[in-house]
């Protein structure tokens, strides 16, 4: 599905990033930058897929950012896929949330998607075509208990979004921009949850159970394929049902 496809993906290392940036190596993508501070927990791709090259690059380092992005300019002239994935969590109530929790979670998934997309966007104008997509979460849609934080920033991409969708098409450039929106997904991120919080999510989700990376992975490639050609500025909701 991704044939040809020059793409980058942030939070490569593991859990949703990881199984993105698989999912984009087998469907045949011509190249993958998978992009993470974490480059050790990335050293396994070079020997299990030619099409996947491990970057080390903290979303938050404007500097870093564009120097990369120049690069894969000047080495493939075109990026087709970017795929906003990084992502963290300090979750708490708002009357124990300390602000460094909040400007953290703020600088990493709120201002780190604005400076890849601010970075990539202007290559897939020139070249006419591209795909955006960026991880929300149904927490930036519905709201939760103690990720005040987390969920400002899940609602501000989808804002993000739907603006990147009306202003990247100008002039006939077909670049698209859309958001998935997962519910409780098995992924580093929630190993550590309590398993009173898991059994209570997933009484509260029709399908009964919390989702595998690989529900994420698929959205992801569809939304950042040409299969989704005709479809911008919206959000899939990937949650067993969770948030109907
Ligand atoms: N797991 C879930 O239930 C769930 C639900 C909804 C949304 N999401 C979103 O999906 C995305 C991936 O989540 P996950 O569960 O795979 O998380 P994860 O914690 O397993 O992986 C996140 C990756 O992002 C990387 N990262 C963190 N800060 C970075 C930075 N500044 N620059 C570059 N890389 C950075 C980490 O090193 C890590 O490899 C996140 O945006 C998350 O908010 C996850």
């Known amino acids: 599905m991704l044939k040809d496809k020059v793409c980058i993906v942030t939070g490569g290392a593991q859990g949703i990033g990881r199984c993105t940036v698989e999912t984009f190596a087998t469907e045949g993508a011509a190249k993958i930058f998978a992009c993470d501070m974490n480059l050790d927990a990335m050293s396994d791709y070079k020997d299990r897929f030619s ?31 970017l795929v906003n994935n990084a992502g963290v969590t300090r979750d708490n109530l708002l009357d124990r949330m300390s602000e460094k929790d909040w400007d953290m979670v703020i600088d990493v998934n709120l201002k780190g998607v604005f400076n890849m997309t601010q970075a990539v966007s202007p290559v897939m ?68 949850l309590p398993e009173k919080v898991i059994s ?33 500025g ?11």
């Not at 090259?53 to 950012?65: P, Y």
């Not at 399908?207 to 479809?231: C, K, N, P, T, Y």
């Open 234 to 244: 919206q959000v899939l909701k990937i949650d067993g049902g969770l948030v109907i």
């Open 200 to 232: 209570y999510m997933e009484s509260k989700t029709p399908l009964g159970h919390m989702g595998e990376a690989e529900d994420i992975a698929q959205g992801v490639l569809f939304l950042a394929s040409d299969r989704a050609r005709f479809i911008t």
């Open 51 to 81: 099409n996947i090259e491990a970057v080390e690059l903290n979303v938050c380092d404007r500097d870093a950012i564009h120097a990369f992005i120049e690069k894969i300019k000047q080495e493939h002239g075109k990026i087709d896929v």
């Open 125 to 192: 104008i020139a070249n006419g075509s591209g795909s955006i997509v960026t991880m929300s979460s149904v927490v930036g849609t519905d709201g939760n208990i103690g990720q005040t934080n987390y969920a400002a920033t899940k609602a501000g991409v989808i804002a993000m979004t739907k603006s990147w969708a009306k202003e990247f098409s100008r002039k006939g450039a077909q670049v698209r921009a859309n958001c998935v929106a997962p519910g409780f997904i098995k992924t580093p991120m929630t190993k550590d």
